[in-house]
């Protein structure tokens, strides 16, 4: 009886721990049951609008938590003040919880959802932004840790609890969120070659392989004269005088047969005329 009096003695005498310890939280709980009775209107936007007054520090503080992270800092206090007009507006005293259990998550939230839907340059869907988020935590602690080796995917794989193939997909999409410029520089270049002269062109020599193989068949099934006349003109360089003293036509009559023939031609086998 003794020990339960004295351990029961000794838990009532531990301090109560709040779940957010907020130093600039403000104590608006009057305000909120105003909010709550109060009709919708002027008196109670004026009333919302001084709460959000009264809890901006708190969101600021929490949008700073965000910094160096390729977004200013003006704009990310945009954000969390838009989060926390959310909160006041969403709030229900008579849920029985503090507006700050409340309101961190929403505000946090908020700016966690600007960087996955407005910061990445490379669209990347939300589970593979949230498995590059796990693997990048991952990487800093255990570099932290490996006298700064890095890595690898089966330690990674141990840390985060993901699959192997989940944690080459993060890391995929680790270089997903900034692009890089075509002019950038390569490592190790002194000579300015960029990542841009890095990058193929198309063979041209490709697209003829295949209009000459489609063309085949169709060069087959000319009448024999408008056959020559291509021959001549085309593979033999002749001009079209000298294919009209060959042939015993005049040049215009060899003209039309040209310009008739290759719009036949290219109607049949690009399926337009040319």
Request: proline share 5%.
């Amino acid at each position: 009886m003794t020990r339960t009096t004295s351990a029961t003695t000794t838990l009532s005498a531990r301090p109560a721990r709040r779940r957010h310890d907020h130093h600039d939280a403000p104590d608006t709980r009057a305000d909120f049951a105003r909010l709550a009775t109060m009709p919708d209107g002027p008196a109670k936007n004026a009333l919302r609008q001084q709460v959000v007054r009264a809890w901006m520090p708190m969101a600021e503080r929490l949008a700073r938590q965000f910094r160096n992270r390729g977004e200013t800092v003006e704009d990310l206090n945009q954000v969390a003040l838009l989060g926390l007009v959310k909160a006041v507006h969403r709030y229900d005293p008579a849920r029985g919880t503090a507006f700050e259990s409340f309101a961190v998550p929403t505000v946090v939230g908020e700016v966690k959802r600007h960087f996955r839907d407005h910061m990445w340059d490379v669209h990347v869907p939300r589970r593979v932004q949230e498995l590059r988020n796990r693997v990048r935590t991952a990487t800093q602690e255990l570099t932290r840790s490996m006298d700064g080796r890095g890595p690898s995917v089966a330690e990674l794989a141990d840390r985060t609890g993901l699959t192997e193939d989940e944690v080459r997909a993060g890391r995929e999409a680790l270089g997903s969120f900034n692009t890089l410029s075509l002019d950038l520089e390569l490592p190790g270049a002194d000579d300015g070659y960029a990542l841009r002269d890095t990058l193929g062109t198309a063979e041209p020599g490709y697209d003829l392989v295949v209009d000459r193989e489609s063309l085949k068949p169709k060069l087959r099934a000319l009448p024999e004269r408008e056959r020559e006349i291509l021959y001549l003109r085309f593979f033999c360089d002749m001009t079209q005088s000298h294919i009209a003293d060959r042939l015993g036509i005049s040049q215009m009559h060899v003209s039309r047969l040209i310009s008739r023939t290759c719009d036949r031609l290219c109607e049949q086998v690009c399926g337009r005329a040319a």
